[in-house]
């Protein structure tokens, strides 16, 4: 019998978060994936010059790519910037060649592609939840971000002899 796309136990669950210190410089993005009683935590960095923006970003890019067949997700970010963008803004960009309503080129083009492309293969549904306000999965993307970032600084030194 085939899954019913309305069972809840069907619907994968993500949380993300990103950051940089100092925004820019080097950041990090972490995402926590909840599908029937599976947890998957997922992380990673840019030890470069990098913004907040991009690692937001990147964060829900990474967990939508990581799912093998596609699926209801819920995703939650802390970010109005990616929720809007991705649910508001993005398809204007588009057919407007990705520039702004001011004419302006989009900032984070290649993400923003690669998050629609990401998302194509689902049914998201975007959540948005206040950042560092106790939210459990929230709170464990975000230090998964400090993770990814401090891997990433880690594997960027050098060691000297």
């Known amino acids: 019998m085939s899954e019913s796309v309305s069972d809840v ?4 669950v993500i949380h993300t978060d990103g950051g940089c210190r100092p925004n820019p410089g080097p950041g990090g993005w972490g995402a926590v994936l909840r599908h029937r009683g599976h947890v998957r935590e997922m ?15 990147t964060a829900p890019i990474m967990a939508l790519e990581a799912l093998t067949r596609p699926v209801v997700v819920h995703l939650h970010t802390d970010s ?25 080129p ?14 194509a293969r689902h049914r998201v549904e975007w959540f ?18 400090t993770r990814g970032l401090q891997e990433a600084m880690a594997a960027a030194v050098v060691p000297t002899r």
């Open 80 to 104: 109005t910037y990616v929720r809007n963008g991705i649910t508001k803004w993005v398809l204007g960009w588009e057919r407007n060649g990705w520039r702004t309503a001011a004419k302006q």
């Open 128 to 145: 948005w939840v206040k950042g560092h306000s106790g939210v459990a999965d929230n709170e464990l993307a975000d230090q998964l971000a």
């Open 9 to 12: 136990s069907a619907v994968v």
């Open 43 to 57: 992380c990673g960095g840019d030890a470069g010059a990098t913004s907040n923006n991009r690692m937001e970003l």
């Open 106 to 119: 989009v900032k984070n083009v290649d993400l923003w592609q690669r998050l629609q492309k990401a998302c």
